[in-house]
């Protein structure tokens, strides 16, 4: 015994011994701490899960309240008024009464009204609104500035058809989609009410005219540039940026004349734009006058010409969007821009007493569709 408790390399087992004991002991005690530890988070990881169905209920729950409650306010509250109904004949040739009010400018009047909006949805005509302010615009400009002189407030009523396609076919006044009867506007800026009325006399095309039965269009005389035209679309300085000219509108072939004496400058030169095209410059005086967008030139440069003489036919070449003369006057070549409605002498033409009674009957029609 004293052997096992003497010999150096028996106490050197010995504590070899002990010191694995306890480490065995140590590395026991981490598993079991470990092994319940694991079971806690586990029981921890159980416990919210379990509380969570809980607490997604409760949040259900409280979003099902929230939705009755929003329906409930739903269902208390005021119904949405339905659609206006509009009383309007899709049938072709019919008249069609409405109206505008200007909140910034004249184009958006009719692009932003609600009633136009329906009423191009029954028609089928999506783009009605463009279509009926630039026919309404070209009867305005002989009174206001459309970039000046329109204010807020200003009022439009206005009578309007859209014609029928075999009609299309057989008038010679080239109808668009659409044509305008009748026109009233309020003008806060100058206090009076434009009204204007389209009537046909008898034998000739329908022209516009105010209440009073007088022209709306003054017509350049005795020397204009085209006589046979169906309309003035345009005026000088109506569109922007800025147009230089009178725009008449007419069947392509119509005869255009000379309206001075003077000497033909050029022909045909940026056609791309122009379209055939003559310059003629004034005998005596610094003004150029063109003529553009032709079906034909009768003339050719340096040429001796006549007021009066038959130069060309209008047409529909170069950038133009529809038949019509292009009428221009320059001081000089490029020079400053001349009205020719104050270049030349102009007349007003009135309806002959034998038409005044049915005109009258018929603006009490329209005047009455306009209310």
């Given at each position: 015994?004293?052997?096992?408790?003497?010999?150096?390399?028996v106490k050197k087992w010995k504590t070899l011994f002990w010191l694995s004991f306890c480490m065995n002991l140590i590395f026991i005690g981490l598993?079991?701490?470990?092994?319940?530890?694991?079971?806690?988070?586990?029981?921890?990881?159980?416990?919210?899960?379990?509380?969570?169905?809980?607490?997604?209920?409760?949040?259900?729950?409280?979003?099902?309240?929230?939705?009755?409650?929003?329906?409930?306010?739903?269902?208390?509250?005021?119904?949405?008024?339905?659609?206006?109904?509009?009383?309007?004949?899709?049938?072709?040739?019919?008249?069609?009464?409405?109206?505008?009010?200007?909140?910034?400018?004249?184009?958006?009047?009719?692009?932003?009204?609600?009633?136009?909006?329906?009423?191009?949805?029954?028609?089928?005509?999506?783009?009605?609104?463009?279509?009926?302010?630039?026919?309404?615009?070209?009867?305005?400009?002989?009174?206001?500035?459309?970039?000046?002189?329109?204010?807020?407030?200003?009022?439009?009523?206005?009578?309007?058809?859209?014609?029928?396609?075999?009609?299309?076919?057989?008038?010679?006044?080239?109808?668009?989609?659409?044509?305008?009867?009748?026109?009233?506007?309020?003008?806060?800026?100058?206090?009076?009410?434009?009204?204007?009325?389209?009537?046909?006399?008898?034998?000739?095309?329908?022209?516009?005219?105010?209440?009073?039965?007088?022209?709306?269009?003054?017509?350049?005389?005795?020397?204009?540039?085209?006589?046979?035209?169906?309309?003035?679309?345009?005026?000088?300085?109506?569109?922007?940026?800025?147009?230089?000219?009178?725009?008449?509108?007419?069947?392509?072939?119509?005869?255009?004349?000379?309206?001075?004496?003077?000497?033909?400058?050029?022909?045909?030169?940026?056609?791309?734009?122009?379209?055939?095209?003559?310059?003629?410059?004034?005998?005596?005086?610094?003004?150029?006058?063109?003529?553009?967008?032709?079906?034909?030139?009768?003339?050719?440069?340096?040429?001796?010409?006549?007021?009066?003489?038959?130069?060309?036919?209008?047409?529909?070449?170069?950038?133009?969007t529809a038949p019509h003369l292009h009428y221009q006057i320059n001081v000089g070549n490029k020079g400053k821009v001349v009205d020719p409605m104050?270049?030349?002498?102009?007349?007003?033409?009135?309806?002959?007493?034998?038409?005044?009674?049915?005109?009258?009957?018929?603006?009490?029609?329209?005047?009455?569709?306009?209310?």
């Amino acid at each position: 015994m004293t052997y096992l408790f003497t010999n150096p390399q028996v106490k050197k087992w010995k504590t070899l011994f002990w010191l694995s004991f306890c480490m065995n002991l140590i590395f026991i005690g981490l598993i079991i701490y470990t092994m319940n530890n694991g079971g806690t988070e586990e029981k921890t990881a159980e416990t919210a899960a379990a509380a969570q169905p809980a607490e997604n209920t409760a949040q259900d729950g409280t979003q099902e309240a929230a939705a009755q409650e929003n329906s409930q306010t739903a269902e208390a509250a005021e119904p949405e008024k339905p659609e206006k109904e509009l009383n309007i004949s899709t049938d072709p040739g019919e008249l069609i009464a409405a109206s505008a009010v200007i909140e910034d400018n004249f184009y958006n009047a009719f692009n932003s009204n609600g009633d136009l909006k329906r009423i191009a949805k029954v028609l089928g005509i999506p783009n009605l609104a463009d279509v009926i302010s630039a026919h309404v615009g070209r009867l305005l400009i002989w009174d206001i500035v459309l970039r000046n002189d329109v204010r807020k407030g200003d009022k439009i009523n206005f009578v309007f058809r859209i014609v029928p396609d075999e009609e299309k076919r057989t008038r010679n006044d080239l109808p668009d989609v659409l044509e305008i009867i009748a026109v009233k506007y309020f003008s806060h800026k100058f206090n009076k009410e434009i009204n204007i009325y389209k009537y046909a006399a008898k034998n000739s095309i329908a022209k516009y005219y105010y209440s009073d039965g007088i022209m709306l269009e003054k017509i350049i005389s005795p020397f204009a540039p085209i006589k046979n035209y169906i309309q003035i679309t345009s005026t000088i300085g109506d569109r922007a940026p800025k147009h230089e000219g009178i725009d008449f509108k007419a069947n392509v072939g119509t005869p255009v004349y000379a309206t001075v004496d003077g000497i033909v400058s050029r022909t045909n030169w940026k056609t791309r734009y122009n379209g055939y095209c003559i310059e003629i410059e004034a005998k005596g005086s610094p003004y150029v006058f063109k003529y553009l967008h032709l079906s034909e030139v009768n003339v050719e440069p340096g040429q001796k010409v006549t007021v009066g003489q038959q130069i060309a036919a209008s047409g529909n070449t170069g950038k133009s969007t529809a038949p019509h003369l292009h009428y221009q006057i320059n001081v000089g070549n490029k020079g400053k821009v001349v009205d020719p409605m104050k270049y030349h002498k102009t007349i007003i033409e009135k309806l002959p007493e034998s038409e005044r009674e049915d005109f009258k009957n018929r603006i009490s029609e329209l005047d009455e569709m306009m209310k």
